[in-house]
């Protein structure tokens, strides 16, 4: 089985190829403004260089958030498009899980993504699965947790200041297509993305309408 696996919700693009299960090739690229101009490039850089063919890829795995607002939605809207197009099964992955997959020494791992206004997208992991589920958290807030398990460590591109040591990500994109690749396939139509907190748009509209009423 052939495998397309997209993440382009934090500030590293991530595209990668396997088949049956062994990681062929990746690239991973600092995700800046030029998104949009740059993601097909670099899906057409990758299929060049193990020359394939997206009418090859028979399941496609996108990271569907949290994150970056504008990403996840250019990488979930890619992923549905060549899904639909070439009816290519598809299933999607939380960044957050994604990034737990680092190696680490400690009995849990807090994934941890930058919301901005001293809070964070985070979600608490060991050997076992989520034992905190991905949520939006203040950086306080998830200091306290932090203080309460202690034999942790958190994950983050982002520079965070928090109660334990915080490193990069060294993500593993095998373990985490292996851990899922008996989840249901999804019609690219039911493929969202997950925020887990409104967009300033959305917060302003709705405190609007607490005012207005």
Known sequence: MKILFLDTSSTVITVGL???LNLIKTIQEKNDHQLSARIFPLIDEIFNSVNWNI???????????????????????????LAWANNIPIS?????????TTKHNQKYIAS???????????GIYDSSGNVLNDQYITISELNNIIDE??????????D????????????DIKTIVEKHINDKCLNPHEVNPIYLKLTEAEEKHKNDSKVSN
Do not use: H, M
């Open 55 to 81: 009418n090859e890829i028979e399941r496609i795995f996108v990271v569907n958030g949290p994150g970056s607002f504008t990403g996840i939605r250019i990488g979930v809207t890619i992923a549905k498009v």
């Open 149 to 158: 398990k202690k034999d942790i460590v958190a994950v983050s591109y982002d």
């Open 18 to 20: 396997l088949e049956d």
């Open 160 to 171: 965070l200041t928090l109660k334990c040591d915080v490193v990069k990500p060294q993500i």
């Open 112 to 122: 941890c993504i930058d919301a901005r206004r001293d809070a964070v997208f985070a």
């Open 92 to 100: 999607t992955i939380s960044e957050l899980e994604l990034l737990a």
